[in-house]
């Protein structure tokens, strides 16, 4: 409610706030079956791990170069649809 400033405006922020929800969730979605696919049999596994084998340089150093590689996806991918829409 704090996003409206009158009552009246309150059905327009809600619906945007809705529809923001429902995209940030197919994405979130979409993201997952990109990094793996569901097999559609029994329940979906677990994207925890343990890594006990590695110090905490080198664990942090493969994070930070996975974040990169899906920051320049997601660029990619954002321009892809602003010159579609053009």
Do not use: Y
Not at 2 to 24: H, K, M, P, Q, W
Not at 50 to 60: F, L
């Amino acid at each position: 409610m704090s996003l409206a400033a009158d009552i009246a405006d309150l059905a327009t922020t809600g619906t945007e706030v809705i529809r923001l929800a429902f995209r940030l969730g197919v994405h979130v979605d979409q993201v997952s079956q990109n990094l793996e696919p569901r097999s559609g049999t029994g329940p979906p596994d677990s994207w925890a791990c343990v890594i006990s084998d590695g110090t905490e340089a080198e664990v942090q150093s493969e994070l930070d170069a996975a974040q990169a590689k899906d920051v320049r996806i997601l660029r990619t991918g954002a321009a892809n649809v602003a010159n579609k829409q053009r």
